[in-house]
């Protein structure tokens, strides 16, 4: 049974961090280009970050970059974002993504995800 499993969300203050984790099963994590889309309350779900599974190659969108990193533990088959100088708009539920292709991702196509997590709620609020 395939299943991604997203966990670390929280509250957290302003300027503060989490790590989000992503934990792969039933499949290959490094067979895909792997990533995060978040949904804010009354937003669409949008990409977020992304990395190859080529290269390692990473992807982010512009509100985040500089204070996201994302990464991969292929023997762990886990995804990792570690999210630093959070803002009260990064509030949303996180859930990470198999992909074929990074660009979806950043293109925000929900539509040809592979694989969906069931998300993970991330709460930034002073």
């Known amino acids: 049974q395939v299943q991604l499993v997203e966990s670390g969300g929280g509250l957290v203050q302003p300027g503060g961090s989490l790590r989000l984790s992503c934990a792969a099963s039933g499949f290959t994590l490094d067979y895909y280009d792997i990533g995060w889309f978040r949904q804010a309350p009354g937003k669409e779900r949008a990409g977020v970050s992304c990395i190859s599974s080529s290269d390692d190659t990473t992807y982010y969108t512009d509100s985040v970059k500089g204070r996201f990193t994302i990464s991969r533990d292929n023997a762990e088959n886990t995804l990792y974002l570690q999210m630093n100088s959070l803002k009260p708009e990064d509030t949303a539920v996180y859930y990470c993504?198999?992909?074929?292709?990074?660009?979806?991702?950043?293109?925000?196509?929900?539509?040809?995800?592979?694989?969906w997590g069931q998300g993970t709620q991330v709460t930034v609020s002073s």
């Open positions: 993504a198999a992909v074929s292709y990074c660009e979806l991702v950043l293109a925000s196509r929900r539509s040809l995800v592979d694989y």
